[in-house]
């Protein structure tokens, strides 16, 4: 009897995983056609359109991402210039506070050596991070965001370096 109830539990337990499973994989495709690709804006068409892959004007973006990168890691530009230039920077307000004291920060600059664009809104930044002007870090990679009409430094790309530096800081 007890023999019974264990296969019977055991068969129980089979059937629920494999419906479990056969729901995920049913599921799927309709999670996925519901997923955000666009981020977060609506009127999406199902056309067979290729996807934009780059700015409407790359040359202009290139510009003010180099500049803005720039200037993001330039010691010299003040905190609150910093947040204007940081993805989600008065969020991110604490975590650049934390850096402006910082001796090894002061030294720290970037030099942008390649743009790649992934989408109208985001683009794959290659930059050397130089400590008092020689390489440090040369041919790091990082990530640009298009956010309210400026391309800004990632939160994940500053998260990156906060790792690399073996520091933890609240927010990253």
Same mark, same amino acid.
């Given at each position: 009897?007890?023999r019974?109830?264990l296969? #019977?539990?055991?068969? =129980?337990?089979?059937?629920?995983? +494999?419906? =479990?499973?056969?729901?995920v !994989?049913?599921?799927?495709?309709? !999670?996925?056609?519901?997923?955000?690709?666009?981020? =977060?804006? &609506?009127?999406?068409?199902?056309?067979?359109?290729?996807? +934009?892959t780059?700015?409407?004007?790359?040359?202009?973006?290139?510009?003010?991402?180099?500049?803005?990168?720039?200037?993001?890691?330039?010691?010299?530009?003040? +905190?609150? /210039?910093?947040?204007?230039? !940081? /993805?989600?920077? #008065?969020?991110?307000?604490?975590? $650049?506070?934390?850096?402006?004291?910082?001796?090894?920060?002061?030294? &720290?600059?970037?030099?942008?050596?390649?743009? #790649?664009?992934?989408?109208?809104?985001?683009a794959?930044?290659?930059?050397? $991070?130089?400590?008092?002007?020689?390489?440090?870090?040369? =041919?790091?990679?990082? &990530?640009?965001?298009?956010?309210?009409?400026?391309?800004?430094?990632?939160v994940?790309? $500053?998260?990156?370096?906060? #790792? $690399?530096?073996g +520091?933890?800081?609240?927010g990253?």
């Open positions: 009897m007890v019974q109830m296969v #019977e539990r055991r068969g =129980g337990r089979s059937r629920l995983a +494999v419906l =479990g499973a056969v729901a !994989l049913a599921l799927a495709p309709a !999670l996925a056609s519901c997923s955000d690709d666009n981020g =977060g804006k &609506t009127g999406g068409t199902a056309s067979s359109s290729p996807p +934009v780059a700015p409407t004007d790359p040359v202009a973006a290139k510009a003010q991402i180099t500049k803005n990168w720039t200037a993001f890691f330039d010691p010299k530009t003040p +905190v609150a /210039e910093k947040v204007k230039l !940081l /993805e989600n920077g #008065e969020q991110m307000r604490p975590v $650049l506070g934390a850096f402006a004291g910082d001796k090894n920060a002061a030294m &720290t600059s970037a030099k942008v050596t390649g743009i #790649e664009f992934t989408s109208a809104t985001g794959n930044v290659t930059y050397d $991070l130089l400590v008092g002007g020689s390489p440090a870090l040369p =041919g790091s990679k990082g &990530t640009s965001i298009l956010q309210n009409g400026t391309w800004k430094v990632s994940k790309t $500053l998260c990156g370096l906060v #790792e $690399l530096s +520091v933890t800081v609240q990253c």
